[in-house]
T-cell receptor, first 115, second 113 residues
């Protein structure tokens, strides 16, 4: 039962353009969402998070949007840079029942930024 | 501030053996979580420790166990290794007791032959 889904295994974007990575979830108890970036041979690196009481959070070039009614979140990267090429994971937690630190991850999307 | 460190980085074991992996969290972080990453299953939660107590556990068999010491360092143990246990084992630490981002170590690559 895949509670967090990233339906696009890969995405290719031209440098300078916007990258949009999508994530869907099924568990309505999730109340905190995070995005991580992972380079080969390294652990995931935290990028940005959003609480379910918000619908948008911005940090520099990264913006996360949350649509609770659709159980959908997206990560926008503007402008995209070659160093953004990595695997991006969406993660969610249900702080009240499962515990805040138990993250459920999507399968990841490999983003490639072309010069 | 030093990041999360994991030792060893690579390990090769044979079926039936047991293995212990170590994780040192970021200084001041009291929550340590463990994840297994495989190509087929992605990142899956194993367990989380806070102040030496296991607060949460994922859906893994009892062969997987862990503990946390008073200095917040954590170890995980896998007994009676199976081929399917070959994976990247990631440790993550967090400062907050409730919601908050986790900071991951580089992982231990375990290969079971």
């Amino acid at each position: 039962d895949q509670q967090v889904k990233q339906n696009s295994p890969s995405l290719s974007v031209q440098e300078g353009r916007i990258s949009i990575l999508n994530c869907d979830y099924t568990n309505s108890m999730f109340d905190y969402f995070l995005w991580y970036k992972k380079y080969p041979a390294e652990g995931p690196t935290f990028l940005i998070s959003i609480s379910s009481i918000k619908d948008k959070n911005e940090d520099g070039r990264f913006t996360v949007f949350l649509n609770k009614s659709a159980k959908h979140l997206s990560l926008h990267i503007v402008p995209s840079q070659p160093g953004d090429s990595a695997v991006y994971f969406c993660a969610a937690s249900d702080s009240l029942i499962q515990g805040a630190q138990k993250l459920v991850f999507g399968q990841g999307t490999r983003l490639t930024i072309n010069p | 501030k030093a990041g999360v460190t994991q030792t060893p980085r690579y390990l090769i074991k044979t079926r039936g053996q047991q293995v212990t992996l170590s994780c040192s969290p970021i200084s001041g972080h009291r929550s340590v979580s463990w994840y297994q990453q495989t190509p087929g299953q992605g990142l899956q939660f194993l367990f989380e420790y806070f102040s030496e107590t296991q607060r949460n556990k994922g859906n893994f068999p009892g062969r997987f166990s862990g503990r946390q010491f008073s200095n917040s360092r954590s170890e995980m143990n896998v007994s009676t290794l199976e081929l399917g246990d070959s994976a990247l084992y990631l440790c993550a630490s967090s400062f907050q007791r409730t919601v908050g981002e986790q900071y991951f170590g580089p992982g231990t690559r375990l290969t079971v032959t």
